[in-house]
């Protein structure tokens, strides 16, 4: 099975600064059809998870254009510019290049 | 809009079966995979298995013995069972179409 490792697994920010959750896999995501199915999702608690970002870097609809998705092969990046209220959570990446699908072990994002 | 409405026993003791079901309205079946994920108390998220439109599973290698996944679009839903529960199996069960929409999530307990 793929092992991802999301680094920090806490991050307390500031309103209004940027954020990092970096999600290591322990092979490349690269699919055979090229495409690279890296996820990212938020959760709330109480709620089930919301889908940010999908195919390593496409926004869902309605995740406004502050939070952004990059990297390659096994290094992958969520990045929020400035922090809002709204942004507090636990963020999971998700690979689904290989079954079975596996996720991070979460990120828990906090306001300072 | 798709929404997903699931569905089941909350309460099991151990050697049951959980049985959940997933209501789909709206959207077509066709070129997707329908997931089950779960999330014990406090903890991340695990990916159970999938199933899409012409009954192609693909389960988690760690619940393979167990689990049984079907999909029946006539009656627009689909469903998860897995045997033979033990308390390691509580969790919060959510059905989701890939990563896009997500059941409300039911609470699994397993207890004597």
């Known amino acids: 099975d793929i092992v991802l490792t999301q680094t920090p697994l806490s991050s307390p920010v500031t309103l209004g600064q940027p954020a990092s959750i970096s999600c290591r896999s322990s092979q490349s995501l690269v699919h055979s059809d090229g495409n690279t199915y890296l996820s990212w999702l938020h959760q709330r608690p109480g709620q089930p998870p919301r889908l940010l970002i999908y195919k390593l870097s496409s926004r869902f609809s309605g995740v406004p254009a502050r939070v952004s998705g990059s990297g390659a092969g096994t290094e992958f990046t969520l990045k929020i510019s400035r922090v809002e209220a709204e942004d507090v959570g636990i963020y999971y990446c998700m690979q689904g290049t290989q079954f079975p699908h596996t996720f991070g072990q979460g990120t828990k994002l906090e306001i300072k | 809009q798709v929404q997903l409405q699931q569905w089941g026993a909350g309460l099991l003791k151990p050697s049951e079966t959980l049985s959940l079901t997933c209501d789909v309205y709206?959207?077509?079946?066709?070129?997707?995979?329908w997931n089950w994920i779960r999330q014990p108390p406090g903890k991340g998220l695990e990916w159970i298995g999938a199933?899409?439109?012409?009954?192609?599973?693909s389960y988690n290698p760690s619940l393979r013995r167990r689990i049984t996944m079907s999909l029946d679009t006539s009656k627009r839903q689909f469903s998860l069972k897995l045997s033979s529960v033990t308390a390691a199996d509580t969790a919060v069960y959510y059905c989701?179409?890939?990563?896009?929409?997500w059941g409300q999530g039911t609470l699994v307990t397993v207890s004597s």
């Open positions: 709206g959207g077509s079946f066709r070129g997707y995979y």
């Open positions: 989701a179409r890939e990563l896009t929409f």
């Open positions: 199933v899409n439109h012409r009954g192609d599973t």
